[in-house]
Every structure is written in structure tokens, then in C-alpha cells.
Nanobody, 116 residues
Framework: QVQLVESGGGLVQPGGSSRLSCVVS????????MAWYRQAPGKQRELVAS???????NYADSVKGRFTISRDSAKNTVYLQMNSLKPEDTAVYYC??????????WGQGTQVTVSS
């Protein structure tokens, strides 16, 4: 069993920055892909960014150039650095992981609100 615990987020002004963290309960060497998803009110959950075990990344078009996903194996942590935030980035952000047995895990979600 893998547990994912997110932190960060909160209320941010438009144009501001915030960093989300996701701590994995066991070594991320046993984890393949990790990602951040988000779900805004009334909308489907969507992929924001993903990072493979080898380090390759993928981003939604809406966040390219503004968000950066990274993983720190020593800390069993994945980060999402969010810059130039817009009101449309407001959502609950979820951490996702898939382990080497192809089992999927989700965090509990953390709210990000971009508003003046």
C-alpha cells in the first residue's frame, strides 16, 4: 500500500506562485509514473503534469511554461512549482502515482484558489 500526502496550495493572487508537495509513503524507486491532476468545480479531473521514473515530463497545454514538475528520490517527494497563476488554475490538485505493479494511488487533494 502506498500513501500520498499533499501539502501546499491555499489562496494565491493572480500572477503569483505556489509550490505543491506530495510525499510518498515508501521509496519512489518502486514508483513508475507520478503526476498532478486537478479538478475544478463542475469539471472533470484533468492531467496537469506527469513525470516518469526516468525523469521525462509531460504538461497540459494550459500550464506549459508556467508549471514545473519534479521528483526528489532522496525525499520520496514530487513537487509542482506553479508560477504566473491564473484564476482558471483554481481547482483541487491531486497527486497520483503508479507503482511497478501498475497499481494506481491518489492523494486526498489540496485546494488551490487564485483570486485577488
Amino acid at each position: 500500500q502506498v500513501q500520498l500526502v499533499e501539502s501546499g496550495g491555499g489562496l494565491v493572487q493572480p500572477g503569483g506562485s505556489s509550490r505543491l508537495s506530495c510525499v510518498v509513503s515508501r521509496s519512489i524507486f518502486s514508483i513508475n509514473d507520478m503526476a498532478w491532476y486537478r479538478q475544478a468545480p463542475g469539471k472533470q479531473r484533468e492531467l496537469v503534469a506527469s513525470i516518469a521514473k526516468g525523469g521525462s515530463t509531460n504538461y497540459a497545454d494550459s500550464v506549459k511554461g508556467r508549471f514545473t514538475i519534479s521528483r526528489d528520490s532522496a525525499k520520496n517527494t514530487v513537487y509542482l512549482q506553479m508560477n504566473s497563476l491564473k484564476p482558471e488554475d483554481t481547482a483541487v490538485y491531486y497527486c497520483y502515482a503508479q507503482d511497478i505493479r501498475m497499481i494506481n494511488y491518489w492523494g486526498q487533494g489540496t485546494q488551490v484558489t487564485v483570486s485577488s
